[in-house]
């Protein structure tokens, strides 16, 4: 918007506040006692546009009408600060310009409405404007906003949109997915308007969002709901920001998903990583598929289509990051995500998908990839950096405790029953954790009952994993007479070098004297794991050829697994 434009515009009709704050304005409001003065401050004003569906507060211009420039000294220099300290204290994102008439300055920070059903609060209260003032909102006003349901969008009619929009390929696969979750073969040889009117996709003639969404051909998605993608990238690292690939998906979701799996799932992305423990032998892969698809169908049926952006998926080696619009559903917080049964934003797309076996029942999805995530010894799902405006999941591919995805792993594989699910999966994880507060009950006691906990000695409500995990541990730590992490402290100094034992001592002197290298050569040199070439001084240790050309994680699970194989 330009200067002229905004000289015309009303404050009571044009959802736009005019301050002149030619210097000294207020940020934060710190500088006062009084709370009525506190609140006059950038922050107070940007709280009580968003609770009243956002606006644009200008600094720099008269208040009267036209509004003449006057020019602000406020945050000069520190457009970039101000925007990122207001998300720090609001957790809104407020975009911030500068405009310049005459070589004086004007500030316009435009600020999006509040979420659905929640407000946002300066100093712990809610506020609005009044003429010229801040005040507070009555208990009428707070409780109107947190009764709002957010509308189906997923229900609502698609105009223009009929039958012969719809991918044949997708209703095909909905066909057969429905047939199958529902056991149901005949469903598969019903006509496509039968199927559409039984699912509530066509509605008096008529198709809705959901139908777009899950069966709509390409060029109509692309025209009628264009923020309706899927953008993957994938980085090298994670300090760049170009991205070594990208692929945008807008097919419909029921072919989409696995598109986008296909991209994740190519064998350079995805390692494979092979695990022992005794007799039990397994591949874990940085990236779990059952995971990954419920976390990508989540985004799609709970993002909010009313904003213009796209899902996000970026990928690296060591971690992948599933970014969608919107915040989370009414409800829902980062605290509570495992506990709170929340109301989807697109219903209707959600019993779809539930219906079709592509997601857990509503509500569920969450646990499903929390559960599977921790069984693997993976680090806990990450949702701490989203906020009120996006949803932000990262998921990690090191194994950071393998003994927790033996230990479940060989419970599930065994004749004991009951099998675990997802519900104890978490308890026990909290458990292992020390997290020993709000736990269910029932599933402790049949944890208890089971064998894989036990009460700690003297305590009546404090419990541990069973001896059988401890046993695990200590498993995982060594290897016949070797040490485990010494052993890849050493691969890791050696891959792709021949080394001389000083150089090795160098680099290693923090974890490893001399004598316990030299020691760890000559064993792994028996197990045909390091190979030397010369003698004496002019000694220099290499991977045999069978690992040279593996790195990292990958180098470390081939060894370890080699060297179980000969000592356990």
Not at 134 to 142: A, F, H, Q, V
Not at 316 to 331: H, M
Not at 373 to 386: C, F, H, I, N, V
């Amino acid at each position: 918007m330009t200067i002229e434009e905004l000289k015309q515009l009303k404050e009571s009709e044009d959802k736009v506040e005019f301050k002149e704050a030619k210097h000294n304005y207020s940020f934060a409001g710190s500088e006062h006692r009084e709370q009525e003065e506190r609140r006059k401050c950038f922050l107070g004003y940007v709280v009580a546009f968003a609770n009243e569906g956002g606006g644009m507060l200008v600094m720099g211009m008269a208040d009267e009408f036209p509004h003449l420039v006057v020019g602000t000294d406020f945050a000069a220099g520190e457009v970039g600060a101000l925007e990122d300290e207001t998300y720090v204290r609001l957790g809104i994102r407020v975009r911030i310009e500068e405009l310049f008439e005459n070589g004086l300055r004007v500030l316009v920070a435009n600020i999006p409405s509040r979420p659905v059903g929640r407000m946002l609060k300066f100093e712990g209260v809610p506020l609005m404007r009044v003429g010229e003032s801040l005040r507070n909102m009555s208990d009428e006003e707070m409780f109107s906003i947190l009764s709002e349901q957010e509308p189906d969008f997923s229900a609502k009619i698609c105009v223009g949109l009929s039958v012969g929009d719809l991918d044949e390929s997708a209703v095909r696969k909905m066909k057969e997915s429905y047939a199958r979750k529902q056991n149901n073969p005949a469903f598969k040889e019903l006509s496509t308007i039968q199927v559409l009117t039984d699912l509530r996709l066509l509605v008096d003639g008529k198709l809705n969002y959901a139908s777009l969404i899950l069966l709509g051909k390409r060029e109509l998605i692309q025209q009628k709901l264009p923020q309706c993608k899927i953008i993957w990238e994938f980085r090298n690292t994670e300090a760049q920001t170009h991205h070594d690939s990208r692929e945008s998906i807008e097919e419909p979701l029921f072919i989409a998903v696995d598109k986008v799996w296909g991209l994740i799932n190519q064998p350079t992305l995805n390692k494979k990583n092979p695990i022992q423990s005794g007799a039990y032998i397994f591949d874990l892969f940085d990236f779990n598929e059952a995971v990954i698809r419920e976390a990508v169908l989540n985004a799609v049926a709970h993002r909010d289509y009313s904003i213009t952006s796209e899902i996000v998926i970026k990928q690296f080696p060591q971690k992948i990051n599933i970014i969608n619009p919107g915040g989370f559903p009414k409800g829902v917080t980062i605290d509570n995500i495992l506990t709170v049964s929340s109301t989807p934003r697109c219903r209707l797309m959600t019993e779809i998908l539930e219906k079709t076996g592509l997601v857990e029942r509503s509500g569920q999805g969450v646990d499903k990839i929390f559960s599977i995530t921790l069984s693997e010894g993976k680090a806990e799902p990450d949702y701490r950096s989203s906020d009120m405006f996006q949803v932000s999941l990262v998921l990690k591919t090191e194994i950071i405790n393998k003994a927790f995805h033996v230990f479940v792993s060989q419970y599930q594989n065994s004749e004991r029953e009951p099998k675990l699910g997802v519900e104890q999966i978490i308890t026990l994880y909290k458990i292992h954790d020390g997290l020993l507060q709000g736990l269910n009950s029932e599933i402790v006691g049949q944890l208890e009952r089971i064998g894989l906990i036990e009460k700690v000695s003297g305590h009546t409500n404090r419990y541990t994993l069973s001896r059988e995990y401890e046993d695990l541990v200590k498993n995982e730590l060594t290897i016949g007479n070797f040490v485990v992490k010494e052993v890849e402290l050493l691969l890791i100094s050696l891959q792709g070098n021949a080394l001389k034992v000083g150089e090795m001592e160098k680099s290693l002197s923090a974890y490893l004297s001399r004598n316990q290298i030299k020691y760890l050569l000559e064993k792994l040199i028996e197990d045909d794991i390091i190979k030397v070439e010369g003698k004496f001084k002019g000694a220099r240790y290499s991977i045999v050829d069978k690992y040279v050309d593996l790195r990292g994680d990958k180098l470390i699970n081939e060894v370890i697994i080699e060297l179980r194989r000969i000592h356990d």
